[in-house]
């Protein structure tokens, strides 16, 4: 069972282990931002906190807490029932035991807010699967998208499948999809 919090991750071989590659970071910096590189990418992504036109999302910290990012995607082994490697979000945000999962996107095509919302479910459902769900204060699923920074059509459907979705995860009310660049602490 994979351990979303530790670092370096436990996968063999693993992205993690390589040098100048970092899965798990903290900042308390008022505004930084996480980037991914190009697909295809096989490192995880990360904090930048300097060069905000690199940045896919960005991240407001006015009261300058500590945030730890933890990236997922090309770091944390889900596989699937065949062997196959699960599709997930590309890393979450922690801050005084809250949690914003965050999948970023960098296309303009269709398609990009249901796939991303589909990978925040999935790694939602395996983080459940391997800690506790209670020790938690579940905030929001980020789908962040830096050639659509506006809200998308068909956003409405999206948030009420996530809401859905995330409600029989988590036992609780859901949680709220956001579609935005920008995510405020």
């Known amino acids: ?6 670092s370096p991750c436990l ?33 995880p992504a990360y904090i930048k906190l300097y060069h905000p036109d690199d940045w896919i999302a960005t991240i407001n910290n006015p009261a300058a807490k500590n945030i730890m990012f933890k990236a997922i995607d090309n770091c944390v082994p889900l596989i699937r029932v065949n062997g196959e490697p699960e599709s997930r979000c590309d890393g979450l945000l922690e801050f005084e035991g809250n949690l914003i999962f965050i999948e970023l996107k960098d296309r303009d ?18 983080f459940v699967a391997n800690h506790n769900k209670d020790d938690f204060n579940w905030q929001f699923g980020y789908v962040c998208n830096k050639q659509r ?5 068909g956003i409405n459907t999206e948030v009420q499948t996530f809401k859905d979705e995330t409600s029989v995860i988590l036992g609780n009310r859901g949680l709220l999809l956001k579609a935005e660049r920008t995510i405020t602490i």
């Open 1 to 6: 069972m994979p351990d979303f919090l530790i």
């Open 11 to 43: 996968q063999p071989n693993g992205n993690c282990h390589l040098p100048g590659v970092v899965c798990k970071s903290y900042t308390k910096n008022t505004r930084f931002g996480i980037c991914d590189d190009p697909q295809p990418s096989t490192t």
């Open 109 to 126: 095509s269709k398609g990009w807010l249901s796939k991303g919302r589909q990978q925040l479910t999935i790694t939602i459902r395996a």
């Open 149 to 153: 920074p506006l809200a998308v059509t």
